[in-house]
């Protein structure tokens, strides 16, 4: 049983750093592609970043350079390092899964391709 669950949501001022962390889910297969989707105030669902096997990244143009995505294979846990936040990534942070489906950059805009979704977990960056 595939379940998501994020920790390490919270608030932070803007240049600030924050790692959220995804326990339930791990890469075992070479058709798993795991990430991080989003949901901003007034805004859709938006895929920020993703991991597969090889491993292979994909980020958003809005975060790529200021958030790194992980896997820790000690902890199993899946880790998502954001630095330099800005007001702009205020959101509800998801961790998701797909188990069918290497990653490639436009699943960025796919959220229903991923079948495993967590709870999410609220990141504010404010002054």
């Known amino acids: 049983q595939v379940q998501p669950v994020e920790s390490g949501g919270g608030s932070v001022q803007p240049g600030g750093s924050l790692i959220l962390s995804c326990a339930g889910v791990?890469?075992?297969?070479?058709?798993?592609?795991l990430g991080w989707f989003r949901q901003r105030p007034g805004k859709e669902r938006e895929g920020v970043a993703l991991i597969d096997k090889y491993p292979s990244t994909y980020y958003s143009k809005s975060v790529k350079g200021r958030f790194t995505i992980s896997q820790d294979s000690v902890t199993k846990t899946l880790n998502l390092q954001m630095t330099d936040l800005k007001p702009d990534d205020t959101g509800i942070y998801y961790c998701?899964?797909?188990?069918?489906?290497?990653?490639?950059?436009?699943?960025?805009?796919?959220?229903?391709?991923?079948?495993?979704w967590g709870r999410g977990t609220q990141v504010t960056v404010s002054a």
């Open positions: 998701v899964a797909t188990l069918n489906s290497l990653c490639a950059e436009y699943d960025l805009s796919e959220a229903g391709l991923f079948n495993y």
């Open positions: 791990q890469i075992t297969q070479y058709r798993h592609c």
